[in-house]
């Protein structure tokens, strides 16, 4: 039985042969493209509801836009109207700071003392007590 196996020919198996088909002609026919035909346009009435609702919706679009456009203008005069009240509430605190600056200056014992002597004045030391 070895021998039946060992003489066994495989040469077949091991180069495949092609397969000698030949491939058949296709011819694909084109069919003529038909061109749609334009159709005319309808032309659809409109009810007189449609009418009234479009209208009235084009009414109220129109009347929201122009609020919107003057509550805008509203807004940017009020902020403009902050900015000046901004702007003198500065101004007055700059007045503020220079008021106490020249009441502190005022206060100053050498200006004191000036104005006492113009008017004929004297400081007497002994009347003078020191609270702590």
């Known amino acids: 039985m070895a021998d039946e196996s060992a003489a066994r020919d495989f040469s077949s ?4 042969v092609a397969p000698s088909v030949t491939q058949p002609d296709i011819h694909i026919q084109e ?13 659809v009435a409109i009810s007189a509801f449609e009418r009234t609702l479009m209208v009235t919706l ?3 679009l129109v009347s929201l836009c122009t ?16 900015q000046d009240i901004g702007q003198s509430v500065t101004a007055l605190q700059l007045q503020n700071t220079n008021y106490k600056q020249e009441i502190n ?13 113009r008017d004929g004045l004297s400081l007497n030391e002994a009347n003078i007590r020191n609270v702590k």
């Open 105 to 117: 200056e005022l206060m100053q014992s050498n200006h004191l003392n000036d104005v006492a002597a």
């Open 13 to 16: 198996l091991a180069d495949p």
């Open 58 to 60: 084009g009414i109220v």
């Open 31 to 43: 069919t003529p493209q038909v061109q749609p035909v334009a159709t005319p346009a309808s032309h």
């Open 67 to 82: 609020m919107i456009v003057s509550s805008k203008i509203a807004v940017s005069s009020a902020q403009q109207h902050l």
